[in-house]
């Protein structure tokens, strides 16, 4: 056999057909390019266009990741008998649902979306994207079940890709106009959420304090570009295309694999100014919110927080309960540790440095307080973090 031969054999041949324009796209190709220098090298060829672009005729390759968007493109590719992994949450058919897949853990989103407009003291909600798309309806659905169960309503609205979010935005700025204000809502993507602020814009709505804005993706760059900043859930896609690598080395191997698609559940929210408000019309209460999160960090009690607003602690307790359903030392801890995410996915310091830059005392109190709200150990939580950078 010849250098270049056994050159070939070494190192196998993966094509990547997942579009690159988003930041999804992005991270998903970033994870299967890590995975693949540290586990190969593959020799990769990504497709920038992802799937919309064919394969070149006579394609010889020992491997595709690919987001499968069609029952065309599941037909083309699967005809190609060659080990495939798809990175798409979309649902085509049968033939398609058994090539192995990774994807985005729709339901985990939509719960944390809701969880994240309802701490801010939100009553009224409302999802943007395509709710007739199964995949998108699961998405809706999970954030609708979660605001339902706290006893509010969920006002849908239908709008696709950036072309029609930037046609239709006058309609969309008419079902804003209707919303009852202070309103909370989920997009899809970026795109909805870019043109939810556009559409604010035209109808003289305030960004957060009238409509707070959450997009399904992070998107940096686009989310960082709006006036004002897009908040976003991070959908982890890094991690996605290292699970999604993995899965396409184990089928080159002629190993078996799990037998069910893998969802990868969301990072966090990147939280900037589309949702950084409470809609509280308490003074106090807005008051106290503004102490604790300015004071959190310094271990300080419900004690220091009554010397601060001076009231009784069943009116504080009462006014907690009321209008954000949660009492003041859980807020206390949700700060610590929203900064505790922070510092564990921006800085190398030692879990116990965290912990005592958080108001936590200790690392071993840190990591008690991060399985019961996280469900994985600081450590853990960095590492994915990291994954998804």
């Known amino acids: 056999m010849s250098h270049e031969l056994q050159l070939l054999a070494a190192h196998p041949r993966v094509t990547v057909m997942v579009p690159a324009h988003s930041g999804w796209g992005r991270g998903v190709i970033k994870g299967i390019a890590s995975f693949a220098n540290r586990h190969g090298p593959w020799q990769l060829h990504v497709e920038a266009e992802g799937e ?66 309802l701490e801010r003291g939100l009553r009224h909600f409302g999802y943007v994207g395509l709710p007739k798309l199964a995949y998108v309806q699961e998405h809706r659905d999970s954030f609708a079940a979660v605001i339902g169960e706290a006893g509010h309503d969920c006002h849908t609205h239908s709008l696709g890709t950036d072309d029609e979010a930037t046609a ?47 997009s399904g993706d992070d998107d940096q760059l686009l989310c960082e570009s709006c006036l004002p900043t897009l908040s976003a859930i991070d959908v982890a896609a890094e991690q996605i295309g290292l699970k999604a690598a993995e899965l396409l ?44 999160r300015e004071n959190a960090v310094r271990a ?34 949700r700060v610590r540790l929203e900064r505790a995410k922070h510092l564990l996915a921006t800085t190398d310091l030692a879990v116990p440095k965290v912990a005592a830059a958080c108001g936590f005392g200790t690392g071993e109190y840190l990591a008690t307080v991060f399985r019961q709200a996280v469900g994985m150990t600081p450590l853990k939580y960095r590492a994915a973090a990291a994954a998804s950078r």
């Open 300 to 333: 300080i009690r419900v004690d220091d927080v009554l010397e601060a607003v001076p009231m009784s602690r069943r009116t504080l307790e009462r006014l907690f309960q009321e209008q954000l359903g949660r009492t003041p030392a859980e807020e206390i801890r």
């Open 249 to 292: 080395r184990l089928q080159m191997a002629g190993r078996p694999l799990p037998p069910t698609p893998i969802a990868v559940p969301p990072l966090g929210i990147v939280t900037r100014r589309s949702t950084d408000t409470f809609a509280i019309d308490n003074h106090e209460l807005l008051r106290v919110l503004g102490f604790i």
């Open 168 to 214: 239709k935005v006058g309609r969309l700025a008419a079902w804003l106009q209707e919303l009852p204000k202070p309103v909370g809502i989920l997009t899809w993507a970026n795109a909805q959420g870019r043109a939810l602020i556009d559409a604010c814009r035209r109808s003289h709505l305030l960004v957060p304090e009238d409509v707070a804005i959450l």
């Open 52 to 117: 919309r672009r064919s394969l070149p005729r006579g394609w010889q390759g020992d491997g595709i990741i690919a987001r499968i968007s069609t029952p065309a493109v599941a037909q083309s590719l699967n005809g190609l008998r060659v080990p495939l992994v798809n990175v798409s949450a979309i649902r085509i058919d049968a033939t398609s649902a058994a090539v192995p897949r990774v994807c985005n853990d729709l339901r985990a989103c939509g719960t944390m979306a809701a969880r994240h407009l």
